[in-house]
């Protein structure tokens, strides 16, 4: 059986590159590639491909909500995880947003088709890296401990306007990315300021950083390779 498959990254090269080694059998089929989540969504929803291969580090809407986005309107579909980033709350993340395999970038192309196969049958999958420092992290008995603090309180849609405060976009802004009405958001920050128990958006960003969060969007175009 060949599974369609559709690549995200906002790098044409990691996609070309993404594209070559999965061409070079007849296991997998590219069906769509997409630039960004929200795009992402909208490629999945008509083309219902078995499997995406997801990075984590999108402009607007980041991997792990796109994630969450696309799962709501396909919730057939697979999802792979694709990062620079290999520290455990990012993974977390991605695994409770409903990812089914979190895979390095600095992965051999044998290990990212290793995940794939394992994820069509399927499966579930980790870079061993990644693997090794949860279990470490579970044995230790501080998984749940250290694990995002204080934003736990936040739904997934307060974490994407969180992060979006963060990296400094305005309210307006944040309607427009998330095709969400102006008040709305305004109605978010307010929520999230009395969940957090911050008074302003200062508060709001100085969080977001501690915790992290913005992470996911930082550019890492001279590692894309």
């Not at 809407?61 to 999802?79: D, F, Q, S």
């Amino acid at each position: 059986m060949t599974f369609d498959i559709v690549l995200v990254d906002d790098h044409k090269l990691v996609r070309d590159g993404i594209k070559t080694i999965l061409e070079r059998g007849a296991e997998f089929r590219v069906v769509g590639e997409a630039e960004n989540g929200s795009d992402a969504v909208q490629l999945c929803r008509k083309a219902q491909p078995h499997m995406v291969l997801m990075d984590i580090g999108l402009p607007g809407m980041n991997g792990i909500e796109a994630t969450t986005e696309l799962l709501r309107h396909c919730p057939g579909v697979k999802i792979v995880i694709l990062s620079m980033y290999d520290d455990e709350n990012s993974v977390v993340s991605a695994i409770r947003g409903g990812a089914r395999a979190f895979v390095l970038k600095t992965a051999s192309s044998a290990e990212l088709l290793d995940a794939l196969r394992t994820v069509a049958r399927g499966g579930s999958y980790l870079s061993s890296s990644v693997s090794d420092r949860l279990l470490l992290r579970i044995q230790r008995g501080d998984l749940e401990t250290h694990d995002r603090g204080p934003l736990e309180s936040l739904s997934p849609r307060e974490l994407q306007v969180l992060r979006l405060v963060a990296e400094g976009k305005t309210s307006k802004d944040i309607a427009v990315m998330l095709d969400l009405g102006l008040q709305t958001v305004r109605s978010y920050r307010k929520t999230m300021m009395k969940k957090l128990g911050v008074n302003n958006v200062a508060g709001l960003t100085q969080l977001a950083l501690a915790t992290g969060i913005t992470q996911w969007n930082k550019p890492d175009v001279d590692q894309a390779g």
